[in-house]
């Protein structure tokens, strides 16, 4: 018996990196999981992954930065398996710039993939959540169990980052909008909490050569490492235990946190 058996997950930005391991991780626990994402292939290759280890899933592209797309991604989610009891709001990008040279478009390129994807799939989850739950304690006293939202922030927004205004605006305001949420759908048995990781092996850290749209500078890399106490990079899984762990009712008296997943990162908490 899984600890998520039963529950219904949406994962966000799952064709990869952390939102992968993490699409696994929850069916591992049981849960049936859509995984949204832009990039479709590597999407349906995840789902793919899942489907080989007995697990259930579906996938569904779509692009929430506009949200009626994230409106058609929760009712495709109620369609294929009924119901909606989780939310993991993974989906994020980078694309760094000194202040002095950014622009607009960079800002909002980054804010919209980061917290806008975040805030329309959340707000469209709310029927299916918020809802649900209230009605359950119109009728029972209390909700029949606990749901969970999760944010994916970054030790870049508690530390603060160079080259990175875009990202940590948005990444700030999500450990914020947790404090919020948690505030106003604890009432309904939602928790809500983040995730703020620390330096995880990613196409987005890989190290980047002149003219690569993701990664970072080797010695940024190196830098990094040596300010990480545990004395490894992360891994995707050393994030998905967490989500896992937070969507789970081991975590049913924890919510408005953001847990940094670091590895003891100094200077990172
Ligand atoms: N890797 C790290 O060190 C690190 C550190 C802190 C925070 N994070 C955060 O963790 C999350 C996952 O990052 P990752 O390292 O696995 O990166 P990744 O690039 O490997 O995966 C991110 C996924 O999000 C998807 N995505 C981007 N915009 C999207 C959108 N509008 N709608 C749906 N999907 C979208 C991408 O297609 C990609 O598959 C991100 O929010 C990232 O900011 C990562």
């Known amino acids: 018996m899984g600890r998520l058996d039963d529950r219904v997950a949406i994962v966000t930005g799952a064709a990869r990196g952390i939102g992968r391991a993490t699409a696994l991780r929850l069916s591992r626990d049981g849960a049936a999981v859509v995984v949204n994402d832009i990039d479709a292939d590597p999407a349906a290759e995840t789902v793919a992954l899942i489907q080989s280890e007995g697990g259930r899933a579906a996938v569904f592209v779509a692009n929430t930065v506009d949200l009626s797309e994230a409106h058609t991604l929760v009712a495709a989610t109620i369609e294929e398996f009924g119901k909606l009891d989780i939310v993991v709001n993974n989906a994020g990008t980078t694309r760094d710039k000194m202040f002095h040279g950014l622009t607009d478009e960079l800002f909002d390129f980054v804010v919209d993939a980061n917290l806008r994807t975040a805030y329309h799939t ?52 999500l450990v914020a909008v947790t404090k919020t949420l948690a505030r106003e759908l604890g009432p309904f048995g939602i928790n ?53 762990f937070l969507v789970s009712s081991d975590a049913d008296f924890v919510s408005g946190v953001t847990i940094p997943v670091t590895g003891g990162q100094l200077g990172g908490m």
């Open 122 to 173: 959340t707000l469209a989850a709310m029927p299916y959540m918020r809802e649900v739950a209230k009605a359950e304690i119109a009728a029972n006293g209390r909700p029949s169990y606990n749901r969970k939202i999760v944010f994916t922030s970054s030790v870049a927004a508690l530390m603060g980052n160079p080259g990175q205004f875009n990202y940590t605006a948005a990444k700030g305001a």
């Open 192 to 244: 809500v909490n983040a995730v703020a990781p620390g330096f995880i092996e990613t196409r987005l850290t890989a190290a980047k050569s002149e003219g690569d749209t993701y990664g970072i500078p080797e010695q940024l890399r190196a830098d990094s490492l040596a300010l990480i106490s545990l004395g490894r990079l992360g891994e995707a899984e050393d994030i998905a235990n967490v989500h896992a």
